[in-house]
């Protein structure tokens, strides 16, 4: 069931188109992700949602209900909408006590006393403050005043949660382990959550589907997988993934019955639906797909190792290759590499093609495009 839908959405800030129409259908209980550079218009979209910013156009509806329709008139104010949001700031009030924080909005909402505190006394055991009810928000840490937020949203049950680029005043260690918190309490309250955040690891992460968006545009929606084993254009293949994708600028040419693939040091035979016209492509080869040998095979790229950098379970190889660089990445420790000069090649089916003109994705099969092993 669609808990959330967008028809031709659209926002203007004066003469700047913020969002062009923008559609969008998110099912009950999913984690969707708002991706993309800064600018792109997640906020923008989040805010319209949430009530805090009017469209220029469209109609919004949540549960069925609409909220804001422009050619009906129709515009629900942000606390009738009853969502649950948080957002880069925590907006925590400094002036009261944790307790007061968490259960601000219940008690405006005139629940009973009784119902008030089992629904505190469960939300801060969920977060794990249980006994700091008497803090002020600047006797904790920022992790702690994150949690608070959350205790809040745990406490008020909505079956919507907006977020906003919550865990970006966090530490590296602490981002993971909330990120870990967030998709977890999205999961137990069993709650539709739309996370806006520029960082495709939260995206890939924490994500049911993937909205990549970009000059208000969306760009894919889909699953983590699809969007990054299956991106449909190159900007996508290029915004996800640490490292980047390596491009090659190539040709695809026939071959008898099959086609090749040859360019900036690539020459292999490719697998393609039938039907894909030769022509010139940017073919991307993920760094893990890269793979460097000690000897010369058939195929393969001479090249020299650069740098080597051990991440802990994986190494970043930076090869020189015909005068650029490749990111290769290897699933394993490594300081060094035994020599300079080494052999690259792709791994099978795992040469992702986009038209060089468009960008478009070249074969939307239900895989990565397959590269036969020569
Ligand atoms: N209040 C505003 N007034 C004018 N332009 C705005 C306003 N808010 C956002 N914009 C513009 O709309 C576009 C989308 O912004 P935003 O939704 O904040 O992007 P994101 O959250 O993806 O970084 C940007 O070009 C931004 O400059
Ligand atoms: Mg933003």
New binding site residues.
């Given amino acids: 069931m669609t808990e959330v839908c967008l028809r031709g959405i659209t926002?203007h800030?004066?003469a700047?188109l913020?969002?062009p129409p923008l559609d969008l259908e998110i099912p009950k209980g999913q984690f969707v992700t708002?991706l993309?550079?800064?600018?792109?218009?997640?906020?923008?979209?989040?805010?319209i949602i949430a009530g805090l910013e009017t469209p220029s156009g469209g109609t919004l509806s949540l549960g069925g209900r609409t909220m804001f329709s422009e050619a009906g008139g129709e515009n629900v104010p942000p606390e009738k909408r009853g969502l649950g949001f948080i957002f880069q700031s925590y907006a925590l009030w400094p002036n009261m006590k944790v307790d007061r924080n968490v259960t601000l909005a219940l008690r405006q909402s005139k629940l009973p006393g009784a119902e008030i505190s089992a629904r505190l006394a469960e939300a801060l055991e969920k977060v794990q403050l249980a006994g700091m009810e008497d803090r002020f928000p600047s006797e904790l840490s920022g992790g702690q005043q994150q949690r608070v937020a959350v205790a809040r949203l745990i406490a008020a049950r909505n079956s919507i949660l907006l977020m906003?680029e919550p865990l970006s005043n966090l530490d590296a260690v602490l981002r993971t382990e909330m990120r870990t918190e967030l998709k977890r309490m999205s999961r137990d309250l069993g709650a539709t959550t739309i996370y806006?955040t520029?960082d495709q690891v939260e995206a890939l992460t924490m994500s049911d589907l993937v909205v990549v968006?970009k000059d208000?545009r969306i760009q894919q929606a889909g699953s983590p997988s699809e969007i990054y084993h299956r991106p449909a254009n190159l900007f996508v293949a290029e915004f996800i993934g640490d490292p980047k994708v390596n491009l090659f600028q190539a040709e695809l040419r026939r071959d008898g019955s099959r086609m090749r693939l040859a360019g900036e040091g690539l020459d292999m035979e490719v697998d393609l639906p039938r039907g894909t016209a030769p022509g010139k492509v940017t073919a991307a080869i993920r760094p893990e797909h890269l793979r460097i040998s000690d000897r010369p095979g058939p195929g393969a790229m001479e090249a020299a190792i650069d740098v080597v950098q051990p991440t802990g379970s994986q190494t970043i190889v930076t090869l020189r290759q015909g005068g650029r660089l490749l990111t290769c990445l290897v699933s394993r420790f490594l300081e060094a590499w035994p020599q300079e000069q080494v052999w690259v090649d792709a791994q099978p089916g795992h040469v992702m093609l986009f038209d060089r003109e468009t960008g478009q994705a070249l074969a939307a099969g239900p895989g990565p495009v397959a590269v036969a092993a020569e």
């Fill in positions: 926002k800030y004066g700047h913020a969002l708002l993309g550079p800064s600018g792109c218009g997640k906020t923008t979209t989040l805010r906003d806006v520029h968006m208000g």
